[in-house]
């Protein structure tokens, strides 16, 4: 089946070290994202990808750093730079980046920084 | 301000009911979509408008763009519609509301 996981769905880290959540799609989609939900927010754009071996900042992407070497592989570092990395983390693809496209999510990954 | 601003935030229904959440945005957008986040985490697209209505089984999604208005419709709702539903307005990249929480009880 097509899709978007993500792994693992919950994650612990003791504060201070680094930490890489995976995001694989297989939908043959150019554009990959990733996002950020804390309780009572809106989601918030990490940063995101238009094409293999490119990405932009998003709104809040300090602390955060990302990759794109293949089409279908996205991963999220969050360092010791972000001062509050527990949320809950979301990872999605579209075709493109027009505001036309719908965007397929992953099923998330739960951070949790003690 | 917020862009995006969706009411009411929580919402309990009795199986049946008519349900509608609503979403008023203050920037220019050239598509709206709603969400559906079910309660373990995961989000479906349920429908991208940029005018008029769409109709898809029970919901219902309809947009003013000269009103930067849109709602969403759930008729004969059901315990399975629970969940938190986002609007996100798209200029380019989306520009999410907060949710709405709606529990719809047997």
């Known amino acids: 089946d097509g899709g978007i996981t993500q792994s693992p769905k919950y994650l612990f880290r003791k504060e201070g070290q680094n930490v890489t959540l995976s995001c694989e799609q297989n939908l043959n989609h150019d554009a990959m994202y990733w996002y950020r939900q804390d309780p009572g927010q809106g989601l918030r754009l990490i940063y995101y990808s238009q094409i293999v071996n490119d990405f932009q900042k998003g709104d809040i992407a300090e602390g955060y750093s990302v990759s794109r070497e293949k089409k279908e592989s996205f991963p999220l570092t969050v360092t010791s730079a972000q001062k509050n990395p527990t949320a809950f983390y979301l990872c999605?693809?579209?075709?493109?980046?027009?505001?036309?496209?719908?965007?397929?999510f992953g099923p998330g990954t739960r951070l949790t920084v003690l | 301000k917020n862009e995006v601003e969706q009411s009411p935030q929580n919402l309990t229904a009795q199986e049946g009911e008519f349900i509608t959440i609503n979403c008023s945005y203050s920037?220019?957008?050239?598509?709206l979509h709603w969400l559906q986040q079910h309660p373990g985490g995961g989000i479906v697209s349920l429908f991208m408008l940029s005018s008029g209505k769409k109709k898809h089984g029970r919901l219902i999604a309809t947009i003013n763009i000269q009103e930067k208005h849109s709602s969403l419709h759930i008729t004969a709702s059901h315990p399975r519609d629970s969940a938190v539903y986002i609007c996100?307005?798209?200029?380019?990249?989306?520009?999410f509301g907060k949710g709405t929480k709606l529990s719809v009880k047997p």
């Open positions: 996100a307005v798209s200029q380019g990249n989306l520009i």
């Open positions: 920037v220019g957008i050239s598509a």
């Open positions: 999605a693809s579209s075709t493109g980046t027009s505001a036309y496209n719908e965007q397929f």
